[in-house]
């Protein structure tokens, strides 16, 4: 059974709006109701499901979001939901909850990458904190993934000789340098920055140079 509250809308940096949601995965009622009124009451969406496959066939990547997910459940349980998340889409936070927690799952569930992992029966302030805190992560990393992805089609645009180029500018190494170790004139070496800076969107070099460090550390 699947319940929906109410919508908050979070701002992008280039002004769209998105309203994240708060998955709900637990094959006790009691527990699906509670929290969906728990996440309702600060005006955010909650989609809870009884089962696993349900969540799966349901779940939209293009949203941001967070999971709420009990460990235990029949047909499939919730490490291997987790398992199958983070093979199509890493960015969601998941809050692990469980009646029969102990270390060694707490263990396993946070290095496989949790958000949290919280005992049943829980405090209702610390886990609507938690859902809230796993929400603006939830968008920040959502919002990551797009911009990457969006380089990655974009830097899939760059002959091999701007690539080239690419590197060098990124290592910080002046025109005069590049055209050095690659061969070539400078003014070769300007004409291609100009055309790597069109193709990949960026008005200067600074925010050229930052784009790919951030996602890509030193080898785009």
């Not at 949790?114 to 919002?143: C, G, H, W």
């Not at 061969?183 to 920055?193: L, N, S």
């Amino acid at each position: 059974m699947m319940a929906e509250t109410r919508t908050h809308t979070f701002v992008n940096r280039d002004g769209s709006s998105m309203q994240p949601i708060v998955y709900i995965l637990d094959d006790d009622e009691g527990v699906r109701s509670s929290l969906s009124w728990l996440v309702g009451s600060v005006g955010l969406t909650a989609l809870a499901f009884g089962s696993a496959t349900e969540f799966l066939d349901s779940f939209d990547p293009g949203v941001p979001a967070c999971l709420v997910l009990d460990v235990r459940m029949p047909e499939i349980g919730g490490f291997e939901v987790q398992e199958r998340l983070k093979a199509s889409c890493d960015h969601v936070p998941i809050v692990f909850v469980s009646a029969h927690g102990d270390i060694p799952m707490s263990v396993r569930a946070m290095k496989n990458g949790a958000f949290d992992f919280l005992e049943k029966p829980y405090n209702s302030q610390q886990m609507l904190e938690r859902i809230q805190q796993a929400v603006r992560t939830a968008v920040i990393r959502f919002e990551a993934t797009r911009r990457r992805k969006s380089l990655d089609s974009r830097l899939a645009l760059l002959s091999p000789r701007e690539r080239e180029v690419l590197r060098g500018v990124v290592e910080g190494k002046s025109s005069k340098l590049i055209a050095r170790e690659l061969q070539i004139a400078a003014k070769t070496v300007d004409v291609h920055r100009t055309s790597i800076r069109q193709k990949l969107g960026s008005s200067s070099v600074a925010e050229l140079v930052n784009d790919v460090l951030t996602h890509y550390g030193r080898n785009p």
